[in-house]
Structures are given as structure tokens and as C-alpha cells.
């Protein structure tokens, strides 16, 4: 059963900076399969918006046009954890954080983690809260 459990969010100043971590369990990312991990967030009344993605294992990375530069996904301990690290936070960053995944075919590519495609897997959330 796959599992992905969030944890790293929080309140912070504008300005400053926030890791998530993302942990994955029972997801086949080995032998014939491939995979992404990403992130993604919503905010109260808004609708889920794709903040970052990656290939497992991969460089091939993908960043929402409101992140990009200042925040930067990873894999710096395994296939399956994935980090978050954000930087320069402003108050719009504020929103819950979900970790998501997905595993298919060797056969696929990394154009299948883009933002905009459909994600199997779903972790829980952690909310982040960027104060003025």
C-alpha cells in the first residue's frame, strides 16, 4: 500500500526559508518501473497549484512559474524521500503542501512529471504559513 508522509512545514517570516521532506513507502520506483515525486499546494478558496516535480532517480526536474528560482526540489537521500527547499518565501506562498507520486512503465519518460499531468499518489499535507 503506498504511504508518502509530509513533514518540515510551518510558520515562518517573509524572507525566509523552509524545507519539506517527503517520505514514500510501497511504490515501486526499481526494476521495470520508473517514477516521479513532486510537490504541489493549496491555499484557502484557491484551487491545487504544482509547485515542483522530479524524475526518481533523475535530474529532469519541472517548476511552477510562481516557485521557480527560489524554491528547488530533491532526492538527497534515496529514491524514495524527496525535499522541498524554499527560499525567499512571501506571504502567497502560504497554502498547504502535498507530496505526490507516481510509478510506471521503464518504457515512459521524464516528460510524464509535468505539474500538469494526473498524479496516483497523495500524502496527507503540511501546511506552510509565510507572515508579512
Known amino acids: 500500500q503506498a504511504q508518502l508522509v509530509e513533514s518540515g512545514g510551518g510558520s515562518v517570516q517573509a524572507g525566509g526559508s523552509l524545507t519539506l521532506s517527503c517520505v514514500t513507502s510501497?511504490?515501486?520506483?526499481?526494476?521495470?518501473?520508473?517514477?516521479?515525486l513532486g510537490w504541489f499546494r493549496q491555499a484557502p478558496g484557491k484551487r491545487r497549484e504544482g509547485v515542483a516535480s522530479?524524475?526518481?532517480?533523475?535530474?529532469?526536474?519541472f517548476y511552477g512559474d510562481s516557485v521557480a528560482g527560489r524554491f528547488t526540489i530533491a532526492q538527497p537521500n534515496g529514491k524514495n524521500t524527496v525535499t522541498l527547499q524554499m527560499n525567499r518565501l512571501k506571504p502567497e506562498d502560504s497554502a498547504v503542501y502535498y507530496c505526490a507520486a507516481m510509478s510506471f512503465s521503464f518504457l515512459n519518460n521524464a516528460a510524464r512529471c509535468a505539474l500538469t499531468n494526473e498524479w496516483t499518489y497523495w500524502g496527507p499535507g503540511t501546511p506552510v504559513t509565510v507572515s508579512a
Open positions: 510501497g511504490i515501486d520506483f526499481d526494476g521495470f518501473s520508473r517514477g516521479c
Open positions: 522530479i524524475w526518481v532517480g533523475g535530474m529532469t526536474t
